[in-house]
């Protein structure tokens, strides 16, 4: 059973920064497409970042230019760096998979902008 475990969260002002971190455990995903996913109150979950087995990178055009998604292979992590945090930035934040079939999804990690 693979399980996902994702940190870093916490309270900044705007304008600040946050690196996320999500270690799998139990699979590899070296070869899988990554994902940073986010969830605010009300909304649904969205997909803000992805990277390749290759490193080709994808970002959601409100993230674009302010968050950067990596991975370490030899930790089965993957992160996020998120500069120029914004009050709409604020939701729990997963990683996943992009196969049809995800793994069990973690707790997440909250993130929690003020302006």
């Known amino acids: 059973q693979v399980q996902l475990v994702e940190s870093g969260g916490g309270l900044v002002q705007a304008g600040g920064s946050l690196r996320l971190s999500c270690t799998a455990s139990g699979s590899t995903f070296w070869f899988r497409t990554m994902g940073w996913y986010r969830q605010a109150p009300g909304n649904e979950r969205e997909l803000v970042a992805s990277i390749t087995s290759s490193g080709t990178t994808t970002y959601a055009a409100s993230v674009k230019g302010r968050f950067t998604i990596s991975t370490n292979n030899a930790k089965n992590t993957v992160y996020l760096q998120m500069n120029s945090l914004q009050p709409e930035d604020t939701a729990v934040y997963f990683c996943?998979?992009?196969?049809?079939?995800?793994?069990?999804w973690g707790q997440g990690t909250q993130v929690t902008v003020s302006s």
């Open positions: 996943n998979n992009l196969q049809a079939v995800q793994w069990p």
